[in-house]
């Protein structure tokens, strides 16, 4: 699964947040996983999930929970909004 396929899913929760108003909104690596494919499976792509939650990371954001890899389903990111 390419760091793109999970980019799209992320930017998807973004706009949707944003559309509702919210000030704020938290994604989790194995939800994010979970909607696109793959996961749980011995041949999941969670690190490059990762990766794509840290790719969109600004100024302001916080990562609330990781696991001591840092790359991991528990992995959970606060994303400020609006995001323009």
């Known amino acids: 699964m390419q760091l793109e396929t999970f980019n799209r899913e992320i930017q998807r929760h973004l706009a949707e947040a944003e559309a ?3 000030k704020t909104v938290q994604l989790n690596a194995g939800d994010i996983h979970r909607a696109v494919g793959g996961y749980p499976n011995r041949n999941h792509a969670m690190p490059t999930c990762c990766a794509a939650m840290y790719a969109v990371q600004r100024e302001g954001d916080q990562v609330v929970s ?6 991991g389903a528990s992995l959970t990111i606060e994303y400020r909004l609006p995001r323009s």
């Open 66 to 71: 990781a696991p001591p890899s840092g790359k």
């Open 20 to 22: 509702r108003g919210a």
